[in-house]
């Protein structure tokens, strides 16, 4: 079982930056990949950062280059640096544990959801 507490949202100026962060806890042998999905208002929710335990990241392509996820093993937790924020980023951002058993079978944990603004 993994319990994901995430912290770092806000309001925040476009062109500014956020850093977002969360933790696991709980029992567990590994993370294997770590992620970032965001919802906004009326939309579905979407993948925005990944990252596996090897280190290998995936982003959307909406974010590349302005957001670098990042990951601390020792501390069981993921980093979500997000710059040159945009008003399209408005959302709640959630993070994703995604523990595989084989290549097409896993289960996801996920954070409560932390609401990101970009707003003047």
């Known amino acids: 079982q993994v319990q994901l507490v995430e912290s770092g949202g806000g309001l925040v100026q476009p062109e500014g930056s956020l850093r977002l962060s969360c933790a696991a806890s709980g029992s567990f042998f590994r993370l294997d990949s770590m992620g970032w999905y965001r919802q906004a208002p009326e939309k579905q929710r979407e993948l925005v950062a990944s990252i596996d335990s090897g280190g290998t990241t995936n982003y959307a392509d909406s974010v590349k280059g302005r957001f670098t996820i990042s990951r601390d093993n020792a501390k069981n937790t993921v980093y979500l640096q997000m710059t040159s924020l945009k008003p399209e980023d408005t959302a709640v951002y959630y993070c994703?544990?995604?523990?595989?058993?084989?290549?097409?079978?896993?289960?996801?944990?996920w954070g409560q959801g932390t609401q990101v603004t970009v707003s003047s």
């Open positions: 994703n544990v995604r523990n595989f058993w084989n290549p097409r079978s896993y289960i996801d944990y």
